[in-house]
C-alpha cells in the first residue's frame, strides 16, 4: 500500500524533528501534487495505524493537493492545469507545457506548546 510507506516516512521525518525540539507534535500539514496519487482517508488511516504509542499519536494530518501546472508556448504564463478543460486561461490556446508534478512535502508541523 502505497500510502502506507508515505505515513512511515511521514512518522520518521516528524518524529526527528519533535525530538529535536523536544516538544510534541499536535499537528502536520503535508502538500503533494494532483498526480501524487494519495488518497487522504487511507494515508491518514495508516499514519494513525503506525503512531499509535508514538509522540506522534493522535496527531492531525493536513494534506493539501497542489494542481498541475502548465506553461503557455504561446504567451509564456504558468497557470494551474484544469484536467477537464486543459488549455491556456490568458489566451485560450491548447499549446502548452505540463510542469513536472509536485512532490510530496511535508510543509509545517505544529507543536503542543506549554
Ligand atoms: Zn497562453
Given at each position: 500500500?502505497?500510502?502506507?510507506?508515505?505515513?512511515?516516512n511521514l512518522?520518521?521525518?516528524?518524529?526527528?524533528?519533535?525530538?529535536?525540539?523536544?516538544?510534541?507534535?499536535?499537528?502536520?500539514?503535508?502538500?503533494?501534487?494532483?498526480?501524487?496519487?494519495?488518497?487522504?482517508?487511507?494515508?491518514?488511516?495508516?499514519?494513525?495505524?503506525?503512531?499509535?504509542?508514538?509522540?506522534?499519536?493522535?496527531?492531525?494530518?493536513q494534506i493539501?493537493?497542489?494542481?498541475?501546472?502548465?506553461?503557455?508556448?504561446?504567451?509564456?504564463?504558468?497557470?494551474?492545469?484544469?484536467?477537464?478543460?486543459?488549455?491556456?486561461?490568458?489566451?485560450?490556446?491548447?499549446?502548452?507545457?505540463?510542469?513536472?508534478?509536485?512532490?510530496?512535502?511535508?510543509?509545517?508541523?505544529?507543536?503542543?506548546?506549554?
Amino acid at each position: 500500500m502505497h500510502e502506507m510507506i508515505v505515513a512511515e516516512n511521514l512518522l520518521t521525518a516528524i518524529s526527528d524533528e519533535a525530538a529535536k525540539r523536544n516538544l510534541k507534535p499536535i499537528g502536520a500539514k503535508i502538500s503533494c501534487g494532483l498526480l501524487y496519487a494519495i488518497n487522504d482517508e487511507a494515508l491518514c488511516f495508516a499514519f494513525e495505524a503506525i503512531s499509535k504509542d508514538t509522540p506522534c499519536e493522535n496527531l492531525k494530518l493536513q494534506i493539501e493537493h497542489k494542481s498541475l501546472q502548465g506553461l503557455c508556448m504561446n504567451c509564456n504564463q504558468s497557470f494551474d492545469v484544469e484536467l477537464s478543460h486543459p488549455r491556456c486561461p490568458m489566451c485560450n490556446s491548447e499549446d502548452f507545457k505540463l510542469m513536472p508534478d509536485a512532490p510530496l512535502i511535508l510543509e509545517e508541523i505544529e507543536f503542543q506548546t506549554e
